[in-house]
Structures are given as structure tokens and as C-alpha cells.
């Protein structure tokens, strides 16, 4: 009796359970036309792919891996990488298109960090990473011994970082290095400052209060643009370099790129520092080069990173850069960050090795810097340094 | 609004006098009226107005009642006035958020939404749809799915271990296991989420080689989130079910485990179901933990047991502070509040069960 | 120390001749709910032992070498007092309000009413803290930012509301507003459920014996219940210590200042949202050092309520 009472009004839930299997079988990935010719049925892979998680049996991979581009369709399996958020949106496009390639991959990468994706690489928790700085000696040592060869940084992701402002009358701004670092120092801090007027021999500046916007948490994006006020402005800017920013200086905060952007438009007179692809249509300021003053823009930015040396001290095959920041020639953007990708040069699952090298090609591709440039709106990466790129991987030893 | 019998002006020595039935109401008007009045002399805004309405009623009935009624009924009125502010004031933000996510939520919210993931979806689709207006597409297909199923896993871990031991602290516990089950449980509740994350990769790293992620983890490190809030609430709830319950099951020589089975935890039951929703809402929302744990990914994954799984959570904060397209971020904040507005109605849901349970077996009572 | 005992004295009070015979129902069940509670403290040793391994290098580092450079101490205090401060609104805010909500749904509301009204401040504990962040920026920062300037304006002589204040409203004021929104529903459902557990017949006693409606609250449902409220506290109060991401979304972080209402301060949950992602090495270390002080400030604050309750166990229904 008591049961029956149970049964009856446990009925409702018995329809909301039914419906959430419902929901369970029916699910599946959109059909997105353009550029995936394979659809709807991706789901039944999907879980064929869990199934089969160890794929280093499929021996037919290995004979693929050596005539390199020419073996679509024949990957597949699944690959994980983890680090920097601030290429999560490029990694997104190229994950996209690397799948369309081959329907039966998956790839998925962890935006937890730079830092725990440099853990995880040298730990050999991921078999690729991706991070706003390259690794460093201690770490090049520990991901050696992981990978059991040496492990090598490409600098893939090129993001110009944009110097957004909101001052309302003033649609053009020029700073020079020791102007910026002088308003992000909070030593210049009306917006008709002589500094500035120096500057901007045609705008009309407002006595504004200047409020300069930062990021609250510890990014790339920061230590980039830090780094570069310390290159540029040595004798303004003379806080450590880190990704965090100087605790002694105030300011407004902001969570993230979204973050800054939401404290730039909430308030007249603020400046900040953020991704130039998120910047949108606001104004932002050109930045002080040697006796111009550049907006940025993609082939900017790819050209600063065209002229930066490599750093001096690593494996000949390393592509860490040491950008130059303090450049003076004409038509570079200086403030800009780069992301690199790490691999091992040598893989000892078959499966991971090959996915990792057709993955890391493709992003080294036209094809898969124009996929990043189009959604996530980096900066194509020069065809020299792709050619340097695609040697390093014709190197990776499988197997 | 408080006043049930009207007897109007009746002096006797027993009886008070009482306030007419319409007084309090006419009050409120008349407080309305001034608090327009002197809001309009200090420059008129709609808050200042409710503000000072409200004020001005709550001062002016107590007296009046106070004048009319005596001391007691003027407290009681006063209380009733600030228990029925209090509920207006929280209703504001309450309201306001509810409204945000369901405001939000709608316009990407749909059955495409539901049932599809976001395998090869990028910022360049996000442009179309926002440029040209071509449909959204991508949804959270693949997040729902592993958060129902990695919370799931992590309800069947954490209520029965939660429960159990809430059960042990009243009806058994006593000397120095209980006395340190309750410090430790009481420790639990300040992990920061992301430790409880960090420590359950790092046993998944042990137990199954470096690198393991996958839901099971994932739902591990909720459950470590999970069972201190099941533990303290349940506990609660245990400890005020009536002595005298349990006194008459004894004395019907009902063994003790049938008498916590059968008397204390139906009589207990609403209050435990509520619990462990709030349990659950507790840790759907998490996000750091998961994506160290669970990993992350925008293909579909339907078993916790094996490679990255995605979650709601992750999906919202990754859509809304990481765009997929940086100079479009609309979509992929559509997006987001409609995957806020899933997971609000997953709780829904869930509650919605947890009330039908306790109903289902709660005893009969007064209320 | 640590808590005096919970358990119901009526155990001590049952017939000693039950326990020589147990039967195996019942030593199966309590050897079941034994072990659930081991279970537990096992798991907590694997956290204790994690997280004291990955924070011992922060306090064993050469000062220099924590950020700001002054050792631990020094980089942790301010944390520390944001934390606090933030909790602190968030309850002086919160808890009078969810105690009205509660009495209302429970004493006050007509009953269909009060059933719908529990179920949404039921959903409300469920909304994602993310959302709790974009709804901080995008509505309360602004609708709040004139009440700050007015604070500073009016009140400015006390240090917590020391001018300018912030433009764009973003400081530990509202993050405190917007922590209370999210501690609210959860501080609202327990007391909720204790106080509908309040039997019947003392209330209708205490009605019987003329009292108005606050007095029967105030003499029968508010003892009866406030082992409960003070629980229901203690989880609200675990939920702002340890909330990260809304704090993180809404408080425009900085140094340390006693000013609430300009930008600046920040929570230890907050830091270690913001910068756990791109650290490495020792900062890593320093962080979830910090982790432990939280873990430690909330251990403190338990065990304060678990002594205020222990002192009232006098009204708990399991006696």
C-alpha cells in the first residue's frame, strides 16, 4: 500500500528521467556546411573513439606519417593538449579545421593556463602545450627527459596587443613609449598632460582624469605589454617584469580581456590593454616606433616578430624568440604576444606522434594560419618562419 | 494586512482595542502619498520613492498601533512590516538575476541548442551569425551531458557517504571519532574548489598514470566539494527530528536501524532532499575544478570512464570571458547565458524531483 | 577544544540491555554509518597531506623570493582582510534578510504561495557563480555606484568609506552585495526547513497563551531553531569565504586599502582564481599556501559556531 503511494507519486520522475535519456540519444554535433564535409553521424565516432582510447595498435598510421599531407582520412584517435588561454580561441579554429581534415580525430585543449600547461607538457600529462612563454632551462631539461629527446618551442600564435581607450572628441591618439608607460605609471594623469600634447600636435585634448585599466589576474597579456614598457621606456617604467601587475600601483581592474574592455567603456578617460582582436572598433591608440607612430595591424606585428633573433643558448632546432621590443624600424608594431607551441621532437606512442605532428603541421599551414587569423584574428606568422616551423616537424622521429 | 477579527472599539478591561481592518492599508497609502511628496522636494527617483514610502509605514503604523493597541501589538506589527520588507528588498536582486539569465538565456536557447555540440564551431561562424546574420550554430550538447553525468556520479558518491555519516553524528557518534568526523567535516567546507580539483588530479595521477582525466575524476573532486554540505545539512535536519519519535519507536521495540530507516530520515526527509539539491546546486556551477579534472572539449563524450568530458560551467565561463571570435563576442555570450539558463533549469529539475521524493514518503504532518 | 559533544543524551539514558544484544540489522547499519564517516576522514587526510606538501616550499622560501618580497606573511595578511571583509558584508547583509525571507515563507506567507516562493529561492542557490559575476558588472555595479559616492560624500571620515570613490563601482562593497545575493537562498532553505520543523504544539501553546505572532516566534520557532540558523549561517558564511569567480568577475582587484568603496583589496579564493592558471613554480606554491590560511580562517570560524550551537543544545529537538 504504502508502495503503490510511492509509485504513484514517484511517476513524475520516472517522465523526467525517460526524458533525460531521451535528450541522451539524441544529441549530436552541428552541421556546420562550409567546411566539414562529413556530418551528422560524427556521434556514433565519437563514442567509437572512447571506446577505443588505446590507439597505439593501428599500425597503418606510421606508413601515412611519411608522406606527410597526403593521407587525409587515415588519423585517427584522439589528442589532448593543455595551456595558455590567450590562444584558446585560435587553438578553437584550428581544432575545427584540423577535424574537418579528418573526421574520425578529436582534438581538445585544456585553456587552463601557460603554467599548467608547461607542467603538464614536462610531466607528460599532454603531448603538446601551448604557452605565452617558452620553456625555460629547468623545464626544457624535465620535458627532455619526459620525451626522451628534446623539446622544442614554435611560436605559432601571433596576437598584437591594442592600446584601447575612451575618451570621447578624440578619435586618434599617438603615445610614445615614455608617454605610455607615464599614464600606465600614474605619473601622467590628466589627458591634456603636456606629455600627451607633445604627442598629439592636433588633438584637442580634454582635462580628464586619466584611469589606466589593468588585468586582475596574472596573464600573458600583461607580461607582454610590461615587458615592452621596460624595453621601451627603461627610465619611466621601472616595476619588475611579470605577468602580474605591480601591486603598488592602483587603478581599475578587470577580470580577463572581456574585463578591461567592460572598465574601458564604463567610464570617460580610461585606457587599457587588451588583444587586438577584441578591441573592435573602439579607439586605440598608435604606438610610438623610432620617429613614427604605428597602428597596429596584423602585418605589424608579424614583421616585429619576422625581426626578432632567436634566443641565444638553446637547441638549434628551438624557435623561442627574443622579441625586440625597443625596435625603431619603421612599419613594426612592438607591442605584441606570442604563443608558442611545444613539442617533443620525438614521440614513442605512434598514434600521439603522428597526430601531434599532422595537428602542429596544419597549424603551421597558410590553410591553418588563416583559419586563426579569420576567427580568432591573430596574425599570420611570416612564410619564413613557417618554413623554419615545418623543418622542426619533419624532424619529430615517431615511434 | 496582519489584523484577522475586527472588533471595533470595544472597551472592556480583557479586550484591547484593535485596528480597524483598513487602517493599516489607508496608512500605507498615506505614507505613500508623503514619501512622493518628499521625495519630489528632493529630486524624484523611482528608488527613493519605495525607499521613503517604505520608511515613513514602517515607523508610522507601530505608533499608531502602539497608541491604539498597546506595546505588544505594536512590536508584532513592527516585525511583521520588517519580515514582509525584508522579503521585498531580496526579491529585487533575486528577481533581477532570475531575469538576467532568462532574458539572456532566450535568445540562443533551443532545441538545436540542446542537441548539438560545438565540434568544429569557430569564431568565423560567430562572424557570419553576427555579420550576416546566419543562424547561431553549436550548442552545449556535449557540456549538458557531462554535467549530468559527472554530477550524477558525484551525487551517488557523495549522498549515500554523506548521508551515512550525517546518520552515525546523531543517532550513534559519540567519543572521539564523531567529536573528529564533525571537526573534520567542518574543515571540508573551506577547501577552495580549486584545491578539491588539484588534489583529486593528483590521485587520478597516481592511481592511474599522469595525465588521466576524465569525468569520474571530475566527479570525485565534486564529491570531496559535496559531502561536507550533504553531511552539515542533513545533520541539521536529523537533529531536530522530535526525541519523542524515537523514544516511541523504542518503546514499540523497533530495532534502532528500522527506527532511523523507517521513523527519523522520513520524518527528516524534506529537509535532507532540500539539502542535498542545495548540495548539488552547490557544485554545478564549478568550473576550475572540472576543467582539471574532467578536462575540456567541444566534442561529444558520453562516457565519464574515459577522455575529456565538458561541462556547463566551463562551457559558460569559457564562452563568456574567451569568445570564440574576439571582435564578435555576441554569439558566443548568446551562448553562454543559455547555457546558464540549462543549467538553471537542470536544478530546477532536480529539485523538482527531490520535492516529489520527500513528498512521496514523508510522513503526514500539521503542515 | 574542538567541539564538545553533539550526541543526544537520550542514548545514555537507554536501557543498558539493549546493547548486549545487538542485532545484526543493527550492527550492520551503524557499522555502515561508521564507516561512511571514516571514509571521510580519509579522504581529508589525502587533501591534508596534499595540500600541506605543495604549500610547505612557500613557507620554507627566502622571503625575497615571495611576491611582493617581503616573505608569506606580508603577501597573505591583505588577502586575508579582504576575505574577511567581504564575508563579513556579505553576512551583515545577508543574514537578517534570509531569516525574513524564511519566517516569511514559513509564519507569514499564505501556504501556496510560500511553497512557490521556496522552490525559487531553492533555484536561485543553482545559478552558476559566473552568472553571479556578469550580473555584479553588468546591473548591481552600476545601480550601486551612486550609493558609494554618496557614502563617500557623507561619511567619508570613516576609513572604510574613505574617498574617491571608485568609477566604475567595481570595489569590495558590492562584491560583499553581490556574495550576500549569492549566500542568501542557501542561509534562506535551512532555516526554512528548521523553522517548519518547529512542533506544532509549542506554537500553539505559546498562542494559546495569548502571544502575538513575533512572540510566538521569538519564544517557540527562533530557540527551537537556532542550532539550525546558525548552521545555515555557517554554510552561507563557507560559500563567500571560499567563492571565487563572482569575486573575482566584480572586484576590481589592487593593493591593500581600508577604503570598501574604491577600487583595491582582493579575496584569497579571487587571487588564487586570477593567477593560479599562469603560474609555475614557486608562486604556484605560494598560492595554495594561501589556500591553507583560507582553509584554516574557515576552520576558525566553524569552530566558533559549533561552540555557539554546543551552548544552546538545550533547545535542539533531539533532546
Known sequence: MKLSIARRKLAPVAVVGAAALVLGACGSDPDDGSDNSDDGDTTSEEEGSDDGDDTAEEDDTEAAGDDGEEMAGDLSGSLNGAGASSQEAAVQAWIAGFQSQYPDVTVNYAPEGSGAGREQFTSGAVPFAGTDAALDEEEMSAAEAECGAPAVNLPLYIDPIAVPYNLPGVDSLQLGPDTLAGIFNEEITEWNDPAIAEDNPDAELPDTQITPVHRSDESGTTENFVEYLAAASPDVWTHEVSGDWPSDLSGEAGAQTPGVLQAVDAAEGTIGYTSAAAAGDRTTAAIGVGDEFVEYSAEAAAAVVENSPLVEGRADNDLALELARDTTESGNYPIVLVSYTVVCTAYADEATGNLVKEFASYVASDEGQQAAADAAGSAPISPEMQTQVQTVLDSIEVG | MTVTTSTPHESSTLTHDQLHRYVPVGLFVAAGALGAALSAVIGFSLPMFVVLTVVIFAIVLPIVSGVVEGRRKAIDRFVTVLVYMAFVIALVPLVSVIWSVIGNGLSAFSADFLTTSMRNVTGLEDQQTAQEGAPLIGGAYHALMGTLLITALAAAISVPIGLMTSIYLVEYGRGRLARAITFFVDVMTGIPSIVAGLFAAALFAVLFGVGTRNGFAGAVALSVLMIPVVVRSSEEMLRIVPNELREAAYALGVPKWRMILRVVIPTAISGIASGVTLAIARVVGETAPLIVTAGFTSSINTNPFSDWMMSLPAYVYSLAMRPLSGSEPQPSLDRAWAAALTLVIIVMLLNLIARLIAKAFAPKTGR | ?319
Open chain 3, 1 to 319: 577544544m574542538t567541539t564538545t559533544t553533539n550526541t543526544p543524551p537520550d542514548q545514555e539514558r537507554r536501557p543498558r540491555g539493549q546493547r548486549s544484544s545487538v542485532r545484526p540489522g543493527d550492527r550492520n547499519f551503524s557499522f555502515a554509518a561508521r564507516a561512511a564517516g571514516v571514509i571521510i576522514l580519509i579522504v581529508l587526510a589525502g587533501v591534508a597531506v596534499f595540500l600541506v606538501s605543495e604549500a610547505l616550499p612557500a613557507f620554507q622560501a627566502d622571503s625575497s623570493e615571495i611576491e611582493g618580497g617581503e616573505g608569506f606573511l606580508s603577501y597573505v595578511w591583505p588577502l586575508v582582510f579582504g576575505t574577511l571583509a567581504a564575508a563579513l558584508i556579505a553576512l551583515i547583509v545577508a543574514t537578517p534578510l534570509a531569516l525574513g525571507i524564511a519566517l516569511f515563507i514559513s509564519h507569514y506567507a499564505p501556504r501556496r504561495m510560500s511553497q512557490w516562493l521556496g522552490y525559487v529561492v531553492d533555484l536561485l542557490a543553482a545559478i552558476p557563480s559566473v552568472v553571479y559575476g556578469l550580473w555584479g558588472i553588468q546591473w548591481l555595479a552600476p545601480n550601486v555606484q551612486g550609493a558609494w559616492v554618496w557614502l563617500a560624500d557623507n561619511l567619508g571620515f570613516i576609513p572604510f568609506f574613505e574617498g574617491p570613490a571608485s568609477a566604475t563601482g567595481r570595489t569590495m562593497m558590492t562584491a560583499g552585495l553581490v556574495l550576500a545575493v549569492m549566500i542568501l537562498p542557501i542561509i534562506t532553505a535551512v532555516s526554512r526547513e528548521v523553522f517548519l520543523q518547529t512542533p506544532k504544539l509549542h506554537e500553539e501553546a505559546a498562542l494559546a497563551l495569548g502571544a502575538t505572532r513575533w512572540e510566538m516566534i521569538r519564544m517557540s520557532v527562533i530557540p527551537f531553531g537556532r542550532p539550525g540558523i546558525i548552521g545555515g549561517i555557517m554554510l552561507g558564511l563557507g560559500r563567500a569565504l571560499g567563492e571565487t569567480m563572482a569575486v573575482a568577475m566584480v572586484l576590481s582587484t589592487g593593493g591593500f586599502t581600508w577604503s570598501l568603496i574604491s577600487s583595491g583589496n582582493n579575496t584569497i579564493a579571487a587571487e588564487i582564481a586570477l593567477d593560479f592558471p599562469e603560474s609555475s613554480g614557486l608562486k604556484t606554491n605560494t598560492l595554495i599556501a594561501a589556500g591553507l590560511v583560507l582553509f584554516v580562517i574557515t576552520l576558525g570560524v566553524n569552530m566558533l559556531a559549533r561552540w555557539v550551537v554546543s551552548r544552546r543544545k538545550e533547545f535542539s529537538g533531539a533532546n
